[in-house]
């Protein structure tokens, strides 16, 4: 729980410099100019395939986990579970234990404890959730800035608004809703129960030793079930573990460690209820140890899931590193498609765009290859080359000529290349296109 | 449905209308209250609306209604809107060294003026010069290099504010006029055949009689050197253009240039100064003309 709300506050606050044009924030997700920043990694709109990838892998790992070890991700990393966890813990501090919060819930009278207990609850939650909301917008924007824009009442309103929301919903989801989200709300029981089988380690009532259950010293022709109901009264979702697998459980344990306690007191083995694989039952009941662990976490399920996670993983991988760190896009300008100079040279006109991805202004140099009588020049200059800003698809207007007489100049269509080059590093990219000469 | 006890009657009979056809009874099934009330409040707020904005048609007009709301006043007043947030702009513009802006492609009075000037070439001048300024037969290409009255930001500026051969330009600045050297009997046929011969072969063209090009010479040098020079590269005091380039205002073959000798050309502009546009969208579209690729550097 520490774990995940750290990576969730701290994320923000990481700096990441990327040189003097571009912010500094390790994760980044700029709407404005649109962009999104992840350490080293710079994702362009049209690259967003690449967060396609991440979300196939997040949920081909979700397959994989559930698969292997039963429903861990939502006892252990869904953020429903991570703050109803904490707002349980802050209601625990507050208002002590269950049965002394039972008690209070059950009490008519509000008197001023009770008002007292409850308001100190709801202001905690209440700031919770606004840290939530507030940690959330603080992935947009630059975090520090956005801090002191929110405290000093300067922040954009749909950072308040956002925040406003998501503090609001984390209160009563957390504080109210809890597990009924998990229940009604979340789609992930059902697909849950396909992704399970009789090998995936779960929370499990070893029915085969606890069975006949029964209270009482004599614990003649009866099992290890004392039937104290601890399983029951800690279960968060209200579900009794003793019934076998149920879409409600979210894995979360408590009845093992409720059933523990009692069987220690009782000086009997622990693992009454236990995480376990039911594939193990006949050997039990048989009387044998179950089979390791990584027996049933390696079967050809779980090892399909890695491959598939694992070459989607390297694909992504691989699509990163042969990603162009310059782009360069052509349109000709077909109104008109060409113009006759006074010498008899005919000119055609593009709108290249080029990518500059770097985090400072660089010459480009526009070439062409394909006909060796066409030449290049750019707009507003006798030159080739173009100075591109740090970080920005800049539109420049390049005039391809063609020398009166020449091939192309009398040829209807002459297809030929450009070439951009960045000067700085070498980097060159390429567009073909079409050269339009005299039609008539 | 309906589940109102009220129009059951005793015997689990419904209530019925109490018409009857051929013995065929119909149901009295009201509309449910809700729907009822929901109907008769549309019909007043009906009313309402109908009085407050423009609803009944008249012959010429419908009522205007007592806001005085109206789609074409919404227009008109973003059109208000959009010219004061731009007056500011419009006079730094109106009130800026043209040159020094043409040659200032970086700053934001110059992209301004670029747009803006791309707008109105647009709507004023796309009619005659194409809405990709391409030209047309009689009508000035100007993406090319070769301008009649002068390339640079100034003169492209006066052209458009003054017009071309108006009468309202009293200070002679676009006025001019080629003579009807053939109609007006100040050349002989011959003397306009061997005339056109040699313009052709001003600019490299193939000619179709070579051996008129020598009279034709003298012919140009006696009546067409006074406008179009010696060398035939044109004057751009008087808009007379330049007969050696490979670019031809009405066309470059034998039977234009002939007809061009015999009755003149005598190419006009509207003046759009003054009355239909302002200072500032006269220089936005000057700025907007020498940037399509032909504009030359003022002197």
């Known amino acids: 729980m520490i774990f995940t709300l750290g990576i969730y506050y701290l994320t923000p606050w990481i700096r990441w410099d990327r040189g003097p044009q571009l912010p500094d924030q390790a994760v980044l997700i700029d709407l404005a100019n649109r962009r999104f920043f992840f350490f080293w990694i710079e994702i362009w709109p049209h690259e967003f395939y690449f967060v396609a990838g991440l979300l196939i892998m997040a949920g081909l790992g979700l397959f994989l986990f559930t698969s292997a070890l039963g429903r861990v991700w939502c006892g252990y990393a869904c953020p429903q579970t991570v703050w109803t966890d904490l707002y349980i813990l802050v209601e625990r501090w507050i208002e002590g234990d269950r049965n002394a919060r039972l008690r209070l819930h059950r009490q008519k009278k509000l008197d001023f404890r009770k008002v007292r207990l409850r308001l100190t609850k709801w202001v905690t939650w209440f700031l919770i959730g606004l840290a939530t909301g507030g940690a959330w917008v603080f992935y947009f924007a630059d975090a520090p800035t956005l801090l002191r824009d929110l405290v000093t009442l300067n922040a954009h309103p749909v950072a308040y608004t956002t925040m406003l929301f998501l503090t609001l919903t984390t209160f009563f989801f957390g504080g109210f809703a809890r597990e009924q989200i998990c229940i009604y709300a979340c789609p992930w029981p059902r697909i849950q129960a396909a992704m399970m089988d009789e090998d995936t380690l779960t929370v499990g009532y070893r029915e085969w030793r606890g069975e006949p259950r029964g209270k009482g010293k004599s614990r003649e022709g009866l099992g290890d079930c004392i039937d104290c109901n601890a399983c029951v009264n800690v279960c968060p979702v209200g579900i009794d573990i003793r019934d076998g697998q149920q879409m409600e459980c979210i894995t979360c344990a408590l009845c093992i460690d409720a059933c523990d306690d009692v069987m220690e007191k009782l000086g009997k083995p622990r693992g009454l209820i236990d995480y376990l694989a039911f594939s193990d039952e006949p050997r039990e009941r048989a009387g044998h140890a179950p089979r390791p662990i990584w027996q049933h976490v390696f079967r050809p399920r779980t090892i399909l899931y890695t491959t598939l996670w694992s070459l989607v993983g390297i694909g992504l991988v691989f699509a990163l590193f042969i990603r162009p760190e310059i782009e360069m896009t052509v349109a000709p300008v077909r109104n008109p498609t060409f113009v006759t100079l006074s010498d008899g040279t005919i000119r055609n006109t593009y709108d290249v765009r080029l990518l500059n991805k770097h985090g400072e202004d660089r010459p480009f140099r526009i070439t062409l290859t394909g006909d060796s009588a066409l030449r290049v020049q750019v707009e507003g200059t006798p030159y080739e080359t173009v100075d591109v800003p740090a970080n920005e698809t800049y539109l420049t207007r390049v005039y391809v000529l063609a020398p009166s007489g020449s091939d192309a100049a009398e040829a209807e269509r002459t297809e030929f290349r450009f070439w951009v080059e960045d000067l700085t590093n070498g980097d060159r990219a390429h567009t073909d296109t079409i050269f339009n000469g005299r039609t008539n | ?299």
Request: aromatic share 10%; hydrophobic share 35%; proline share 5%.
């Open chain 2, 1 to 299: 449905m309906s589940d109102d006890k009220k129009n059951i009657k005793p015997g689990h009979d419904y209530e019925t209308t109490g018409h009857s056809w051929d013995g065929i009874e119909e149901y009295n099934k009201p509309l449910p209250k809700w729907w009822l009330y929901t109907f008769y409040a549309c019909i007043v707020w009906a009313i309402g609306y109908t009085i407050a904005y423009p609803a009944w048609p008249g012959i010429s007009s419908a009522t205007a209604g007592l806001l005085g709301y109206s789609t074409r006043g919404q227009v008109a007043e973003e059109i208000a809107r959009a010219d004061e947030a731009n007056a500011s702009i419009n006079a730094e513009l109106a009130n800026a060294d043209l040159v020094a802006l043409a040659s200032d492609s970086g700053s934001d009075l110059h992209r301004y003026a670029n747009n803006a000037g791309g707008a109105i070439f647009k709507s004023w001048c796309s009619q005659c010069h194409g809405s990709g300024a391409a030209g047309a037969k009689g009508y000035p290409n100007l993406q090319d290099d070769a301008w009649l009255w002068g390339g640079s930001i100034e003169d492209i500026y006066t052209t458009i504010h003054t017009g071309i051969r108006q009468p309202t330009d009293e200070d002679w600045l676009r006025q001019s006029q080629m003579p009807a050297f053939g109609r007006d009997g100040l050349l002989e046929r011959p003397e306009i055949a061997s005339v056109v011969n040699y313009v052709m072969s001003l600019s490299g063209m193939d000619v179709p009689e070579p051996d008129l090009v020598a009279d034709g010479q003298v012919v140009f040098e006696n009546n067409c050197s006074a406008c179009h020079a010696e060398d035939g590269t044109g004057d751009r005091m008087q808009g007379a253009p330049n007969l050696t380039d490979q670019i031809w205002l009405y066309g470059g073959d034998y039977d234009t240039i002939y007809e061009t000798v015999m009755n003149a050309r005598y190419g006009q502009m509207p003046p759009m100064g003054g009355a239909d546009l302002s200072e500032a969208e006269v220089r936005a579209v000057a700025l907007y003309v020498h940037g399509l690729g032909g504009g030359e550097a003022s002197e």
